[in-house]
């Protein structure tokens, strides 16, 4: 493509509040609080010559300041239900400036967006080790600058903030040897920025999709299979090792609704089933280590009109580590110990083409990281 020089810088103030008290005889916890935030970025573009920079193509002065301001309120009707209720409310203003006006064209623009989202939703502790929750709440998403300022037009193309409200319903909790967490949730989107062929240019830009749904199920699982395994001692007080596994399974349902050119067709770039394990042995002396693993068991769509696939595909990991008990950790983490060759990741397409083939981009191969992290 072009060798591509950004250089960024991000400041940010944000502050937050607490309050618990009562309202009343009812418990009441009240949150708040606020952010402003400032990024800049250098843009710059060369031909690429040999891997080398040559005449500028690109040069752009982007900058996007964000301010939000936000509360949730949780009232206890009853010792064990609470009503949430809560907002956001956002601001954001994206701003180009063209450092390149020898081509005769001035991509420089402005664009604001501001939003307001609501949430209503409950908490209830069905008993001491089990609590239920959900939730209706609005969100919103500006898009981002590689979306708004596209080259083949001047300025910032006319997109509009992604729109969703989303509903969902969760229960958290411990029963024995069992540790879980299990959400259902549904998002209703509209404005979704997809990829689409424009049909002025007959270009492939991010545009607003009409109306798209968000579906689907996370799930955790934590089991302690073995204590005092090679030691003898409390679990209660830390004194016992132990074997556990944990897994975490999600299943992404994301799907266009009604488009004109794609109807129903399933959204490209997210695997349909995630599965991800790890069995860890751990010691009281501070030691620890396991296996894991990766699992993408279906392929997905890389483009909109749902015609070509990745791979499925399973990586095996491990990792090692000694937590000294003074804030100081030695860790060790292996990553595709097989070297499995592996789609990591795409960039959808509204139609696969051998023209626009070059999607597919490469998992990272055998990888070891190594390190120590102190904290106080």
Avoid at 93 to 117: C, E, I, Q
């Amino acid at each position: 493509f072009q060798v591509i020089d950004n250089e960024l810088e991000d400041y940010g103030v944000f502050g937050r509040a607490v309050w618990e008290g009562r309202i009343g005889d009812r418990r009441n916890r009240l949150l708040g609080g606020f952010g402003v935030a400032r990024g800049f970025n250098d843009n710059k573009r060369f031909v690429n010559v040999g891997g080398r920079r040559g005449a500028k193509t690109w040069d752009s002065d982007e900058t996007t300041w964000n301010y939000e301001l936000y509360a949730e309120n949780q009232l206890y009707v009853v010792p064990e239900f609470a009503l949430v209720t809560g907002f956001q409310f956002g601001h954001t203003r994206r701003r180009a400036k063209d450092d390149v006006l020898s081509d005769a064209t001035d991509d420089s623009a402005t664009k604001n967006y501001t939003w307001f989202s609501p949430k209503i939703g409950f908490l209830w502790d069905a008993s001491s080790n089990v609590q239920v929750f959900g939730n209706v709440s609005r969100s919103v998403e500006p898009p981002p600058f590689s979306e708004l300022n596209p080259t083949a037009a001047p300025g910032f193309a006319n997109l509009r903030a992604q729109k969703a409200w989303t509903a969902e319903l969760g229960v958290r909790g411990s029963w024995s040897i069992f540790g879980f967490d299990a959400t259902i949730y549904r998002a209703w989107l509209k404005d979704e920025l997809q990829q689409f062929v424009d049909p002025v240019t007959m270009g492939t830009f991010s545009l607003n999709a009409g109306r798209t749904i968000h579906q689907g199920i996370e799930l955790g699982l934590t089991a302690r299979l073995v204590e005092n395994l090679l030691t003898q001692g409390s679990a209660a007080e830390g004194k016992a090792d132990r074997l556990v596994l944990r897994q975490a399974y999600t299943f992404s349902d994301f799907r266009f609704d009604g488009d004109p050119v794609f109807g129903n067709n399933k959204l490209p770039g997210i695997p349909r089933h995630y599965y991800r394990a790890e069995l860890v042995y751990s010691n009281p002396m501070g030691f620890y280590l396991g296996p894991n693993v990766e699992w993408v068991p279906q392929a997905y769509w890389i483009d909109n009109a749902n015609t070509v696939r990745t791979r499925s595909y399973a990586l095996l990991g491990a990792r090692a580590g000694f937590d000294f008990g003074n804030g100081l950790r030695l860790f060790v983490d292996g990553r595709n110990l097989t070297n499995e060759k592996y789609i990591g990741s795409v960039g959808v397409v509204p139609v696969s083409t051998p023209a626009n083939s070059n999607v597919f981009n490469p998992g990272d191969g055998r990888a070891v990281y190594a390190g120590l992290e102190f904290r106080w």
